[in-house]
């Protein structure tokens, strides 16, 4: 006898899916595997670096930060950069939030209010807690959305997670919504459209581990006045129909882009390193302490790896070690 099926039959956000929409899903679910094949490539590792910064870069250039790639590339490297101490604070922020990504949960409440005490860190009183007050959007015109009161933002949002865990509207879908419904509860003081972005590329990470090092938030930065345009005819209609088509849309065009031409290496990029090479690389530039085993469980990869490519980046003079084994440090030579 076959096992029946029990349909979701809590709480259900209001949307609409054009057939445009469903046209999208299909199309994005053709394109992934293209784009899991990119990330396989050479240069795969600068790649999803790359990636990262323009990540972080987009979201809080959204939010007013003005520090440039290049600068969050230097303060993703641990280099100093003179800037207000604020939009630094910020992007140290986002680059410890991101470094959590693979372990937030993104059907966690809890992991939420957790991923924005990191983000907010010393920018707001409230960081990791719902606001307590009232809240609006507001433009050059005035007000433009008028949130829930705060007493409604937890049973909102409960429900919100509820329904993203549970029902079963495809998950590409799902992630639109939560991203809109999120946006309109406005759940936190500050930071909403920041952490609306980033749960949105969590949630569809966990649909296809690609997006994990594909930067969802740029396309919100390249096309921003559509994505309020798409907020605030959903917002008319009372429904998230016209955001959901616009983010699926840009999904789709943001992963057909990067399938395109391998990333550049740098002018001085002489050596042709592999992506655990490139790791290794990245790691004890950050970590001169790592140890072999630090490496490996970082990487992914097995002890014996990582001690073969550190032989292999030894012998080509691009890593030293200094000192005992026990006592020592990693030095890059170039």
């Known amino acids: ?24 899903v299909a199309d994005i679910a ?28 987009s979201s809080l250039a959204i939010e007013g930060n003005h520090l440039q790639e290049s600068e969050v590339a230097d303060i993703l490297d641990g280099k100093t950069v003179v800037a207000p101490i604020r ?17 937030l949960d993104p059907f966690s409440m ?3 209010l957790r991923a924005h005490g990191l983000m907010m860190s010393a920018l707001t009183d409230d960081a990791g807690h719902f606001r307590k007050g009232g809240v609006g ?10 949130a829930p009161p705060a007493e409604r933002v937890y049973p909102l949002m409960s429900d919100l997670f509820d329904w993203l865990k549970n029902a079963d509207d495809h998950l590409l879908v799902r ?3 939560f991203h809109y419904e999120f946006e309109f509860i406005h759940p936190f003081i500050d930071g909403n459209g920041r952490m609306g972005r980033l749960w949105q590329s969590l949630i569809l990470s966990r649909w296809h581990p690609a997006f994990a090092h594909l930067p969802v938030e740029n396309m919100v930065y390249s096309n921003q006045q559509a994505y309020y345009d798409a907020i605030a005819q959903s917002t008319k209609q009372g429904e998230s129909g016209p955001f959901i088509e616009f983010m699926l849309g840009e999904i789709l065009d943001t992963v057909r882009r990067h399938q395109g031409e391998p990333l550049k290496a740098p002018a001085n990029d002489t050596v042709k390193t592999t992506p655990t090479q490139e790791g290794i690389i990245d790691l004890v530039r950050k970590n001169p302490l790592s140890t072999y085993d630090e490496l490996a469980a970082q990487l992914g990869v097995g002890r ?10 030894k012998d080509r003079g691009v890593l030293e070690r200094v000192g005992e084994d026990k006592n020592g440090y990693w030095k890059l030579k170039k």
Do not use: W
């Open 87 to 103: 939009e630094i604070q910020e992007v140290k922020n986002a680059i410890r939030v991101y470094d959590e990504f693979e372990k």
């Open 304 to 313: 014996a790896t990582i001690a073969r490519n550190i032989a292999i980046l």
């Open 175 to 177: 992630s639109c919504v």
């Open 110 to 112: 809890d992991d939420l």
């Open 137 to 146: 959007v507001y433009s050059e015109n005035g007000l433009v959305h008028m």
């Open 1 to 24: 006898m076959a096992k029946e099926t029990t349909k979701y039959q809590g709480y259900k956000p209001p949307f609409t899916l054009s057939a445009r929409a469903v046209g999208f």
């Open 30 to 57: 053709a394109q992934m595997e293209r784009f899991a094949i990119r990330m396989e490539q050479d240069d795969a590792l600068r790649l999803r670096k790359a990636n990262r910064i323009k990540t972080i870069h």
